[in-house]
């Protein structure tokens, strides 16, 4: 059995499903369901913003690494493939900023 948390938060969602799918004004629906539009309108907002953190994260999704030694890597460069098949080479140069940055960009924009 789920938390009440959660039993909570599938009734305010069904709530506001069903909302939608009337047609009814705000003010109407709430008042026929015993809450205040205001009420109504802050769990419309509050699923909605709970769908756009479950969108980004299900974007930001890691995968498996295979790390590989050849002799053609102990130049001391890293390459980075993703998914995409785009390759990030880090020369030599790997000062901990440098990876701190790429890290950074990759977390912000993959």
């Known amino acids: 059995m789920g938390s009440q948390r959660e039993e ?20 109407a629906f709430a008042r ?28 930001l999704t890691l995968l498996p690494v295979r790390v590989t030694s050849t002799a053609a890597d102990r130049d001391g460069a890293i390459d980075v493939l993703l998914a995409s098949g785009d390759r990030i080479h880090i020369s030599d140069d790997r000062s901990e900023e440098r990876l701190r940055l790429v890290v950074r960009v990759l977390r912000t924009t993959c």
């Open 32 to 59: 026929a369901n015993g809450m205040s539009p205001s009420t109504l309108f802050g769990w419309q907002r509050r699923l909605t913003e709970r769908r756009g953190r479950a969108r980004r994260a299900a974007r």
């Open 8 to 27: 909570r938060l599938a009734q305010m969602r069904h709530l506001v499903d069903r909302w939608h799918e009337s047609g009814e004004s705000a003010v």
